[in-house]
T-cell receptor, first 108, second 114 residues
Framework: QQPVQSPQAVILREGEDAVINCSSSKALYSVHWYRQKHGEAPVFLMILLKGGEQKGHEKISASFNEKKQQSSLYLTASQLSYSGTYFCGTNSGYALNFGKGTSLLVTP | KAGVTQTPRYLIKTRGQQVTLSCSPISGHRSVSWYQQTPGQGLQFLFEYFSETQRNKGNFPGRFSGRQFSNSRSEMNVSTLELGDSALYLC?????????????FGSGTRLTVV
């Protein structure tokens, strides 16, 4: 089953914060986050495993609530380079099911 | 180290034809997955191979098939192409299971069916 992402699209000014949510109807072992810039391949951001540990790098972090089967991606003090489409991926057998993506545009 | 290499980058085919796409994973990665990406549906899982065995398959018709060779390179084939098969086809490699290690994606093959 495909995870559900919200919102579908976000427009921010540089320096503002954003939260992207991902929820699943089934129990999760892990949640993955990827970013895809226009015309490029999706790039891995981070994996969150069962345990609710918040991970991150630079000003992008994420949390995983396995009981609620939800994950959230936090973008703090957004930069122009954060623009792109963000996908969450959830475990499905030996592969990942991805949400339809959240389009993020950061403007000057 | 070299990333995931997909060939060709662009392809134009006519309805009814068949097509073969190729993917070379990162050296040492034995798992290769294929995804179809379209604007309306996002990333749709096609299949996953590990050590030449298909371990998982998505909900696509039998016209979509794939295989993996002993050197981990993978190919996917689409027979009797339809207009709706026009999409970006992405290959992703993983060290082990994607759920534990995540993916490295290739740049994709843009298939246009006319």
């Amino acid at each position: 089953q495909q995870p559900v992402q919200s919102p579908q699209a976000v427009i921010l000014r540089e320096g503002e914060d954003a939260v992207i949510n991902c929820s699943s109807s089934k129990a999760l072992y892990s949640v993955h986050w990827y970013r895809q810039k226009h015309g490029e391949a999706p790039v891995f951001l981070m994996i969150l495993l069962k345990g609710g540990e918040q991970k991150g790098h630079e000003k992008i972090s994420a949390s995983f609530n396995e009981k609620k089967q939800q994950s959230s991606l936090y973008l703090t003090a957004s930069q122009l380079s954060y623009s792109g489409t963000y996908f969450c991926g959830t475990n499905s057998g030996y592969a990942l099911n991805f949400g339809k993506g959240t389009s993020l545009l950061v403007t000057p | 180290k070299a990333g995931v290499t997909q060939t060709p980058r662009y392809l134009i085919k006519t309805r009814g034809q068949q097509v073969t796409l190729s993917c070379s994973p990162i050296s040492g990665h034995r798992s290769v997955s294929w995804y179809q990406q379209t604007p309306g549906q996002g990333l749709q899982f096609l299949f996953e191979y590990f050590s030449e065995t298909q371990r998982n398959k998505g909900n696509f018709p039998g016209r979509f098939s794939g295989r993996q060779f002993s050197n981990s390179r993978s190919e996917m084939n689409v027979s009797t192409l339809e207009l709706g098969d026009s999409a970006l086809y992405l290959c992703a490699s993983s060290l082990g299971t994607a759920e534990a290690y995540g993916y490295t994606f290739g740049s994709g093959t843009r298939l246009t069916v006319v």
